[in-house]
């Protein structure tokens, strides 16, 4: 049974304004579905309903701006359906394109930043802090915010996370509740070779593997390498949560909730354990694509959004080689606060010289971006890798960031093995 | 036969049964714009949801499902009712979206688990749905 405070029960009942009781009926009914006791207030929301999947969502953002409504708590945005900075890249068409950006202003009216971006956590004013209730959507930054800052939130979507917002809470229930944060499965990384952890690609590769194994259970990562980067945790949930639905996960001694095994499992012993071999991580890299030879079309880096450190390091790769194949576009999916720092920083004038091209506030494989004739892509990320081929039709191929640069200049799919093995 | 159930959503349908062996994504799994079911690695990939009363455990994967089934119904290729195997907050939120915005009830119904896994695999199935419970005919 749901039970509310007084000032719930008044936002229900119109005592705050009609936007926040449009809201709470949303909220009240979902933790109703889910068997919630009560409602939890959160600190701030990641919102993914601005990205166009018809006329229902845009009629229903702006429902909200006509009943006054605001966003109640500091609210970002992940993607829309358009490069707003350089909006000739985006090939979408009226009345589709026009609906797209009335639902991206719609957004912004109801107060919320208009950061356009999967991976606001790469920005330190939007991160919450340790321990703090939060309603984030998209996939991708609901398994970061939960699993490396160690916020709480629970895999929220369109329509609820609008309304979290607008009402300041949130169902409590799910991943809110310390129980269903315990660890289920156990997968002893111990075995896979320093070396192979140092391609990116083994990250994504292994979150891939991980999703299969476990599905929506909250695994627990031991043996991994203390000093990984962000980005390498961020590919792996982005993955992990693309192949199975994965919202949290523990690494041992890496993030927040699992400075020991023992912690990470809350004093209980493991559902399951699997041991992760070089053989199994090299399987789940093969999995990601479906064809793995010959001439490529394209390569697209950023998904989730491009990172200033891997700016940094495709600057790097593309500073010292040859030129880039004529045939072949690179793109690179950033947010536009990502962007002005590699801006700022020479990476991005490096990317351009290149003949690269960087796109913002969207994503290659959520709207038309690629050429036309583009039949095969490369790339160094396992949620596009398992995405793109059914969303565009194309073929994929999944490599780490130097075999994408360095197959961008043969126009071949060209790999260094080594490490792999 | 007679099933007594949950309701999840409110609503009255009626059509033939489609029982869908696994579960399914509708973003990325089905046609907004005619409710085909497009997951090539589906096993009712090529089957229409529009206007039959879908039975699936979950809804499994994106959580935009909740924005393509409301632009669902309200296109008018919507499902007739959804039985599901256990509470899915996504598939909730997009009928009562539809209904909120629409006036259209799509009903949301929880079977157990024993009642899922006898449902016949052809029938007709007509669901009434109420805020007391969920009554489901299957002929």
Same mark, same amino acid.
């Given at each position: 049974?749901?039970?509310?405070?007084?000032?719930?029960?008044?936002?229900?009942?119109?005592?705050?304004?009609?936007?926040?009781?449009? /809201?709470?009926?949303?909220?009240?009914?979902?933790?109703?579905?889910?068997?919630?006791?009560?409602?939890?207030?959160?600190?701030?929301?990641?919102?993914?309903?601005?990205?166009?999947?018809?006329?229902?969502?845009?009629?229903?953002? !702006? *429902?909200?701006? !006509?009943?006054?409504?605001?966003?109640?708590?500091?609210?970002?945005?992940?993607?829309?359906?358009?490069? @707003?900075?350089?909006?000739? @890249?985006?090939?979408?068409?009226?009345?589709?394109?026009?609906?797209?950006?009335?639902?991206?202003?719609?957004?912004?009216? @109801?107060?919320?930043?208009?950061?356009?971006?999967?991976?606001?956590?790469?920005?330190? *004013?939007?991160?919450? !802090?340790?321990?703090?209730?939060?309603?984030?959507?998209?996939?991708?930054?609901?398994?970061?915010?939960?699993?490396?800052?160690?916020?709480?939130?629970?895999?929220?979507?369109? &329509?609820?996370?609008? %309304?979290?917002?607008?009402?300041?809470?949130?169902?409590?229930?799910?991943?809110?509740?310390?129980?269903?944060?315990?660890?289920?499965?156990?997968?002893?990384?111990?075995?896979?070779?320093?070396?192979?952890?140092?391609?990116?690609?083994?990250?994504?590769?292994?979150?891939?593997?991980?999703?299969?194994?476990?599905?929506?259970?909250?695994?627990?990562?031991?043996?991994?390498?203390?000093?990984?980067?962000?980005?390498?945790?961020?590919?792996?949930?982005?993955?992990?949560?693309?192949?199975?639905?994965?919202?949290? &996960?523990?690494?041992?001694?890496?993030?927040?909730?699992?400075?020991?095994?023992?912690? $990470? &499992?809350?004093?209980?012993?493991?559902?399951?354990?699997?041991?992760?071999?070089?053989?199994?991580?090299?399987?789940?890299?093969?999995?990601?694509?479906?064809?793995?030879?010959?001439?490529?079309?394209?390569?697209?880096? /950023?998904?989730?959004?491009?990172?200033?450190?891997?700016?940094?390091?495709? $600057?790097?790769?593309?500073?010292?080689?040859? =030129?880039?194949?004529?045939?072949?576009?690179?793109?690179?999916?950033?947010?536009?606060?990502?962007?002005?720092?590699?801006?700022?920083?020479?990476?991005?004038?490096? %990317?351009?010289?290149?003949?690269?091209?960087?796109?913002?506030?969207?994503?290659?494989?959520?709207?038309?971006?690629?050429?036309?004739?583009?039949?095969?892509?490369?790339?160094?990320?396992?949620?596009? $890798?398992?995405?793109?081929?059914?969303?565009?039709?194309?073929?994929?191929? &999944?490599? %780490? @960031?130097?075999?994408?640069?360095?197959?961008?200049?043969?126009?071949?799919?060209?790999?260094?093995?080594?490490?792999?093995? | 036969?007679?099933?007594?159930?949950?309701?999840?959503?409110?609503?009255?349908?009626?059509?033939?049964?489609?029982?869908?062996?696994?579960?399914?994504?509708?973003?990325?799994?089905?046609?907004?714009?005619?409710?085909?079911?497009?997951?090539?690695?589906?096993?009712?990939?090529?089957?229409?949801?529009?206007?039959?009363?879908?039975?699936?455990?979950?809804?499994?994967?994106?959580?935009?499902?909740?924005?393509?089934?409301?632009?669902?119904?309200?296109?008018?290729?919507?499902?007739?009712?959804?039985?599901?195997?256990?509470?899915?907050?996504?598939?909730?939120? /997009?009928?009562?979206?539809?209904?909120?915005?629409?006036?259209? *009830?799509?009903?949301?119904?929880?079977?157990?688990?024993?009642?899922?896994?006898?449902?016949?695999?052809?029938?007709?199935?007509?669901?009434?749905?109420? =805020?007391?419970?969920?009554?489901?005919?299957?002929?």
């Amino acid at each position: 049974m749901l039970r509310l405070t007084d000032e719930e029960q008044e936002m229900s009942a119109g005592g705050r304004g009609a936007g926040p009781a449009f /809201g709470m009926k949303i909220v009240r009914k979902l933790a109703e579905t889910l068997g919630a006791s009560a409602l939890v207030p959160i600190a701030s929301v990641h919102v993914d309903g601005c990205l166009y999947h018809g006329r229902a969502g845009l009629d229903f953002a !702006e *429902r909200l701006v !006509e009943l006054g409504a605001r966003v109640r708590v500091p609210t970002t945005l992940n993607v829309g359906s358009i490069d @707003l900075l350089h909006p000739g @890249l985006v090939r979408l068409e009226a009345p589709v394109r026009t609906r797209a950006l009335e639902l991206m202003r719609a957004y912004e009216k @109801l107060g919320a930043s208009p950061t356009w971006t999967c991976a606001p956590y790469q920005e330190a *004013r939007h991160r919450p !802090e340790l321990g703090q209730h939060v309603a984030w959507a998209e996939s991708n930054a609901i398994v970061f915010v939960n699993s490396v800052v160690g916020a709480r939130t629970d895999r929220y979507g369109d &329509f609820l996370d609008v %309304c979290a917002a607008v009402t300041g809470r949130a169902p409590l229930a799910g991943l809110h509740l310390s129980a269903n944060r315990r660890g289920q499965v156990l997968l002893d990384c111990s075995g896979l070779p320093r070396s192979m952890l140092e391609l990116d690609a083994a990250w994504p590769a292994l979150g891939h593997l991980i999703g299969r194994a476990v599905g929506t259970r909250v695994p627990v990562l031991s043996g991994l390498p203390a000093d990984v980067g962000e980005d390498s945790l961020k590919a792996l949930g982005a993955a992990a949560a693309s192949s199975g639905g994965v919202a949290l &996960f523990h690494a041992v001694g890496i993030t927040p909730e699992a400075p020991t095994e023992e912690e $990470a &499992f809350h004093g209980r012993s493991p559902e399951a354990t699997v041991a992760v071999s070089a053989e199994a991580l090299r399987l789940a890299r093969d999995q990601l694509s479906t064809v793995d030879s010959g001439r490529i079309d394209a390569v697209s880096l /950023g998904t989730p959004h491009f990172s200033v450190g891997e700016f940094a390091t495709l $600057a790097e790769l593309l500073d010292r080689g040859p =030129e880039l194949h004529a045939d072949v576009e690179v793109w690179i999916s950033t947010s536009r606060h990502v962007l002005a720092k590699a801006e700022s920083l020479g990476y991005a004038e490096i %990317c351009r010289d290149a003949g690269v091209h960087i796109l913002v506030d969207t994503c290659t494989y959520v709207t038309p971006v690629l050429a036309d004739g583009v039949q095969v892509v490369m790339t160094n990320s396992g949620k596009w $890798a398992w995405y793109a081929p059914a969303n565009l039709g194309v073929q994929v191929v &999944f490599g %780490c @960031l130097a075999d994408c640069v360095e197959s961008a200049r043969t126009g071949r799919v060209t790999r260094d093995e080594s490490r792999w093995n | 036969m007679e099933l007594t159930a949950r309701t999840l959503h409110e609503g009255v349908g009626a059509g033939p049964l489609l029982a869908l062996d696994e579960p399914l994504s509708l973003w990325g799994g089905t046609d907004p714009e005619t409710g085909l079911i497009i997951e090539a690695r589906h096993p009712q990939a090529g089957a229409t949801i529009t206007g039959r009363v879908i039975a699936l455990s979950s809804s499994r994967g994106s959580s935009s499902s909740a924005s393509v089934l409301a632009e669902q119904i309200r296109a008018g290729v919507g499902p007739a009712a959804i039985l599901l195997a256990e509470p899915d907050a996504i598939l909730v939120l /997009g009928a009562l979206v539809a209904a909120e915005m629409y006036g259209r *009830r799509t009903p949301v119904v929880e079977l157990s688990s024993i009642q899922f896994r006898d449902l016949p695999r052809a029938a007709l199935a007509s669901v009434h749905a109420t =805020e007391l419970h969920a009554r489901v005919s299957l002929t």
